[in-house]
Structures are given as C-alpha cells and as structure tokens.
C-alpha cells in the first residue's frame, strides 16, 4: 500500500530543471526575434531596390523624352525645380501638383528602414517624405544669359559610361537633422547614418542595376565616374 502511495504521487519541477527550461524559452525567443529582424530587414531591403529601380525608371522615362536627366534648382526662366516636381508625370502625378505635395505622398517611393532610423525628417505632419536623394552632378550645371548658374538637367549624350554613374541613392542625412537633403553630394553623404541596410546603403546606376555599398566602398574623389558622369575613369580628364 506504501508503495502505491509513493508511486502514484505527484513530482514537480526541480530548481535545475526550472533554470533549464526558462533558458531554453529564452533562447528560443531571441533566436525568434533575431530570425524575425532579418526577415523584416531583408524585406525592407528589397523594397527599397524595387523603389530605386522604378525611380530609375521614371529618369530614364523622362530622359528618353527630354533628352536630359531630371533638373533640380534654378532654371532659365527664372523658376525653381526639383528632380521629384520634374518626374511629377513619370511618378503618377497630375500635372501641376505641388512639389511639398509630391515628396509627402503615399505614392512617392520611401524607404521605410530610412523613415524608422531617422524619424519623419522635417515634416511637422508625421507622414512620408521624400527617402532618396538624386546625384548632384546630373542636373547639368551652365550658365544663363545674364551669366547666373542654371541647373536644367544634364544631356544624356555626354554620359560616358551609364553603367558607372549613380542616379539614385539611399536618403543624404545632413546637419542636426535628420534632414534629408535633395541632392546627394560627397561631402554630405559619404557619412555612416545614410548607410542604414546593415551598414550598406543602395544606389541604382543610370543603366537601371542597383547596387549596395558599404561606407568604405564609396569613392571620395569627385572625378570618380561613381559621380561624375563625364568621367571615364579617376585618372583621366573630364570630357567636355
């Protein structure tokens, strides 16, 4: 009868086998969570390049029409453009729409990884704003009639290798900020914080292919065709 009693009595958790279990939960869940980062990382990776190459797209569209790549500043008539205000049509927007209304919209490609690392940027409304930046050397610098600096956009004819030449790039953080600036110049961009895919940042060439750089692998020298599209390679002079 003892022996019954004995067997069939209840036995809980030991001290050790308690630490064990809760070690194994634990375990699991950061395994969990690290699996779930990489997953929502890896796919706000891939919607960024998806949002590079339709801007691309959409230069590569205009360009075709124009024969200039998008412009951005001041123009010879006098009024003032941005690259986004100049795709307007090409990004599914009305003629005519305004430019604060452009790089705000839903539609308007926006890295989401740029907008929860850096916050809204300086829009008081909280909403999307414009993530990308433009390379600064294809809205075509010359000179007006009244010999001021005008920006019209450059002349695709006189890119010498497309394939080498950013277009597009992942946000350009500049000053206290965050501030996203339009335009992607060494100076401003070449900084840690605008590398934000796992330390690696994505640029879409003029040719339409995306590629992702780590800070180190961007070239500092202006003359690199990575920026200059007049540039063959960094040891030979500009084409004019």
Known sequence: MRFNRLATERRGFTLVELLVTITIVIVLAALVFIISRRAINTAHNAECVANLRNLATAGMSYEAEHGVYPNHGSQRDGSRSFWFKTLEVELGFEPGTNAAVIERADIMPTCKKCLRTHGPGTNPDNRHIRTYSMNHDLIGPTKNSDDEWVFP????????????????????????????????????????????????????????????????????????????????????????
Do not use: C
């Open 153 to 240: 956009g450059l002349r695709s004819t006189r890119v010498v290798n497309p394939s080498a030449t950013a277009f597009f790039m992942d946000g350009s953080v500049a000053g206290t900020g965050p501030y996203w600036q339009y335009l992607a110049r060494i100076g401003q961009w070449v900084k840690p914080e605008n590398f934000i895919h796992d330390g690696k940042a994505n640029v879409v060439f003029l040719d339409g292919h995306v590629e992702s750089f780590r800070l180190e692998e961007i070239p500092t020298n202006p003359e690199h065709p990575f920026w200059n599209p007049l540039q063959r390679d960094p040891d030979t002079p500009k084409h004019r």
